[in-house]
C-alpha cells in the first residue's frame, strides 16, 4: 500500500508530464464527451426499439452479429494495432496498412457467402442468415472507414473524431425507427447499423484529407516486406481477437442455439446493461490509454505511472456504477423496458461481474499491445475463452441462460488472475495492492449498506422512477464515501491532478 508521503511523490512525478498529459487527458475528455453523447441517445433510441421490437427480433439480429464476427478477418489480422504502434506514419506506412484494411474485409465478405451452406445444414433460420450476409455488406464499408478513423486516433485527435461520431450517430436511427414503427423486426436494427457505417466512412475519410494533409495529399504506396511485418505482430493480436469473439460473444450462441432466440433477446438486453459501466469508463480509457502506453512504451517509470492512473480511473468510476445496477437490476429493467422484459433483471444481476472486470482486463490488454507484447493478450483470451467454454456450456445445459451469465462471470475472474500476473511481470513497480484492495473492501460495505436499504424501499412502495433514484443515487454516494475515507489524501490529490489537466492547466 502506499504511503501519503509515496503517493504524493507519485502526483508530482506525473505534473512534469504536461505535454503528452494535456494531449492524452483532453482527448479523453472529448472522447468521454462523445461516447456519453452516443451512450445517452443510443440508451434512449433503444429504449424506443425495445419496447417496439419483439425480444427474438434482438435475439435474430445478435446470433447473426456473433456469427459475422467468427467470420470477419479483419480485427483478426489485428492492422489496427500494427499500425497505431508502428511508430512511423507515411506514405508507405499508410498504403499498406490501407491495402491491408480493405483486402480483408473483401475476404471476410467472401468467407461469409461461403459459410451460409454450412449455417443453413446447422439448422439455423433465414432471418439469422440475411443479418450475417448483410453485416458482412457492412463490414466490407468498415474496412475503409477504419482507414481513416486509425490514422486521426494515431495523431491524437479524438476530438475531430468524435465529432463525426457524435454527428452520425443520431442520423443512423432515422431508419431504424421507421422500419421499428412499420413492423420492420430485425431490419430496423440492420439499418442503423448499416447507415452508422456509411456516414463514418464519408465524415471520417473528409475530416482526416483536411487534418492531416501532409500524409493525405501524398501518394501511397504498398510494400510487402511492411505488410509482413504489420501482420506478423498483427498475428498475436488476431488470434486474441479469435479467441475474444469466444470469451465475449460465444455466451450468445449458447443461449440462441440451446435455450432460444426470445431468452437470447432478453439476455442481450440484461448484457447491454451489464455493459454501462464498460461503456462509460473501460471504451473511452482504453482508447485513450493505449496511445499514452504506446508513446511512453520506452519509458518504464513514467508508463508505470500511467498504468496506475488508469488502474485508479477504472475503480473509482466503473465499480460504483456495477454496484448500483446490481443493487437496483429488478426496478431498473421494469423502469427502462417495461414488465414483459422482467426476464431481463434476473440475468443482469449474475452479468455485473463482467461490467468490473472487463475495463480492467481491457485497459492492461492495451498496455501489452502498447508495449509489443500482444501473445500476453492472446494468452489471456485464450485463458477466458477456454474457460468460458468448459464453464459456461454445461451451466447452460442445466440451467439456461442463468447459467451462461455465471459462466462468463467465471471466465472473466480467470480473464482478470491471468492478466495481472502479466501486469506484474511487465511493470513490478505497479502498487496493485493500492489498486484493489481498497476497491474490494469499499464494495462489500457498500453492498452490505444498499442491498437492505433497497429491500425497505420496497416495503415502503414508492413510486417506481422515486425508488429507483433512490437505490441509485445511495450506492454510488455509499461507495465514493469509503473508499475517500479510506484513501483521502491519494483521492483528492488524483482528482486535482485530472481536473487541472482537463482545464487546460498544469497543477501548481
Not at 70 to 86: C, E, M, T, V, W
Not at 97 to 109: D, E, H, K, M, Q
Request: some cysteine; proline content about 4%.
Amino acid at each position: 500500500m502506499l504511503t501519503p508521503e509515496d503517493s504524493t511523490a507519485q502526483i508530482n512525478a506525473l505534473r512534469t508530464e504536461t505535454p503528452l498529459a494535456y494531449r492524452i487527458v483532453r482527448g479523453g475528455a472529448a472522447v468521454a464527451l462523445s461516447s456519453y453523447f452516443l451512450f445517452l441517445f443510443g440508451f434512449l433510441a433503444n429504449l424506443v426499439l425495445t419496447r417496439q421490437l419483439a425480444p427474438a427480433d434482438f435475439g435474430i439480429f445478435v446470433l447473426g452479429t456473433f456469427f459475422f464476427s467468427l467470420l470477419n478477418l479483419r480485427p483478426k489480422s489485428g492492422i489496427d494495432y500494427a499500425f497505431a504502434q508502428h511508430l512511423e506514419t507515411n506514405a508507405e506506412t499508410s498504403g499498406t496498412f490501407a491495402a491491408l484494411s480493405i483486402s480483408t474485409g473483401v475476404l471476410s465478405l467472401l468467407l461469409t457467402i461461403l459459410a451460409v451452406p454450412v449455417l443453413l445444414v446447422l439448422g439455423h433460420s433465414e432471418p439469422v442468415i440475411i443479418v450475417t450476409l448483410a453485416l458482412a455488406g457492412v463490414g466490407l464499408i468498415d474496412s475503409v472507414q477504419g482507414i481513416a478513423w486509425v490514422q486521426l486516433d494515431k495523431a491524437l485527435l479524438f476530438t475531430r473524431v468524435s465529432l463525426v461520431t457524435a454527428i452520425a450517430f443520431p442520423i443512423s436511427y432515422v431508419p431504424a425507427f421507421y422500419l421499428a414503427f412499420n413492423n420492420g423486426g430485425y431490419w430496423a436494427l440492420l439499418a442503423q447499423n448499416a447507415l452508422y457505417t456509411a456516414l463514418l466512412l464519408v465524415g471520417l475519410w473528409y475530416t482526416a484529407r483536411r487534418a492531416l494533409p501532409a500524409i493525405w495529399r501524398q501518394r501511397w504506396t504498398f510494400s510487402r516486406a511492411l505488410a509482413k511485418q504489420f501482420l506478423r505482430f498483427g498475428i498475436f493480436v488476431g488470434l486474441a481477437t479469435i479467441f475474444a469473439t469466444i470469451a465475449y460473444q460465444f455466451d450468445n450462441f449458447l443461449v440462441g442455439r440451446f435455450v432460444g432466440l426470445e431468452t437470447l433477446g432478453y439476455y442481450d438486453r440484461a448484457y447491454r446493461i451489464a455493459q454501462w459501466s464498460s461503456i462509460l469508463v473501460g471504451s473511452v480509457l482504453t482508447r485513450t490509454a493505449f496511445y499514452a502506453y504506446s508513446r511512453l512504451q520506452n519509458d518504464l517509470v513514467r508508463l508505470t505511472r500511467t498504468a496506475q492512473m488508469s488502474l485508479w480511473i477504472v475503480t473509482t468510476v466503473a465499480v460504483p456504477i456495477a454496484l448500483a445496477v446490481f443493487v437496483s437490476a429488478d426496478d431498473l429493467v421494469l423502469f427502462l423496458f417495461g414488465e414483459k422484459w422482467l426476464p431481463s433483471a434476473l440475468l443482469l444481476k449474475f452479468l455485473v461481474a463482467y461490467s468490473i472486470l472487463r475495463p480492467l482486463i481491457d485497459d492492461a490488454s492495451s498496455l501489452f499491445i502498447a508495449m509489443g507484447h500482444p501473445r500476453r493478450t492472446t494468452l489471456i483470451v485464450i485463458c477466458q475463452a477456454i474457460a468460458l467454454v468448459l464453464a459456461a456450456a454445461p451451466l447452460t445445459l442445466q440451467f439456461g441462460a442463468v447459467g451462461t451469465a455465471i459462466g462468463v462471470g467465471i471466465a472473466f475472474l480467470v480473464g482478470l488472475i491471468v492478466t495481472y500476473y502479466f501486469v506484474r511481470r511487465a511493470l513490478p513497480q505497479l502498487a496493485l495492492r493500492e489498486a484493489f484492495v481498497v476497491p474490494t473492501i469499499a464494495a462489500i460495505l457498500t453492498l452490505g449498506i444498499a442491498l437492505p436499504a433497497a429491500n425497505q424501499l420496497d416495503a415502503v412502495a414508492l413510486p417506481l422512477v422515486i425508488s429507483l433514484a433512490i437505490e441509485l443515487f445511495v450506492t454510488i454516494v455509499v461507495y465514493t464515501c469509503i473508499t475517500l475515507v479510506m484513501r483521502p489524501q491519494l483521492t483528492i490529490e488524483r482528482g486535482r491532478y485530472v481536473w487541472g489537466l482537463l482545464r487546460h492547466r498544469a497543477p501548481a
